[in-house]
């Protein structure tokens, strides 16, 4: 069955410093990749995705790309900021009608 | 409306009671899913519903979880003989088509079972 491990956290870093968290999967066919964000007393949003290999998904600073030879879809953000203080799940779907698989999330915390 | 809506947003239910939680998807979104999560834990699939019609239940832990969607919009998800171990956070999400696109979750009910 579809798995995604990602990396576990608290993952605490200073305001402006370089992010990874890793992420990588086990999928039968193609899944599309997804990352999920969660702040503080909010839902999950949609951060970011990629639907094939090599596709780089971006938004708000954020980017991961699909790396289909290496089952990885790691997050990576150049700056981080205090806001960007939340949860953050990887996911995949392997397409049609079925839900999302998601991994256990990663906590990180952006101090100034 | 603006987004998926869950109510109640808190519930306690004393073991062995029954609960119905109740999810509003995004108007005209085809698909609608429901997973639980548990502290410290990602959202777990529960069952997916594209329209009326549940075309996916094999995330439901026992059998006393059943979920229905009769009109194709509005979706409850009831657990009867409630046990500590339901204890969780029940999310839904709607899709305006089928999984791959954009799926948006409500805020979620929180329930416990003291």
């Known amino acids: 069955g579809n798995s995604v491990t990602q990396m576990e956290g608290p993952v605490t870093l200073s305001e402006e410093a370089f992010l990874t968290i890793n992420c990588t999967y086990t999928a039968t066919g193609y899944p599309s990749l997804f990352w999920y964000v969660q702040y503080p007393g909010e839902g999950l949003q949609l951060l970011l995705k990629a639907t094939k290999a090599d596709d780089k998904g971006s938004n708000k600073g954020f980017e991961a790309t699909y790396r289909k030879e290496t089952t990885s879809f790691h997050l990576e953000k150049g700056s981080v900021q205090v806001s960007d203080s939340a949860v953050y799940f990887c996911a995949l779907t392997g397409g049609g009608a079925d839900g999302l698989t998601f991994g256990k999330g990663t906590h990180l915390i952006i101090q100034p | 409306g603006a987004g998926v809506s869950q109510s109640p947003r808190y519930k306690v239910a004393k073991r062995g009671q029954d609960v119905a939680l109740r999810c509003d998807p995004i108007s005209g979104h085809v698909s609608l899913f429901w997973y639980q999560q548990a502290l410290g834990q990602g959202p777990e699939f529960l069952t997916y519903?594209?329209?009326?019609?549940?075309?996916?239940k094999s995330g439901l832990p026992s059998d006393r979880f059943f979920a229905e969607r009769p009109e194709g919009s509005v979706s409850t998800l009831k657990i009867q003989r409630t046990q500590q171990e339901d204890s969780a956070v029940y999310l839904c999400?709607?899709?305006?088509?089928?999984?791959?696109?954009?799926?948006?979750f409500g805020q979620g009910t929180r329930l416990t079972v003291v």
């Open positions: 519903f594209q329209n009326e019609a549940q075309l996916d």
């Open positions: 999400a709607s899709s305006l088509v089928a999984s791959g696109t954009e799926a948006f």
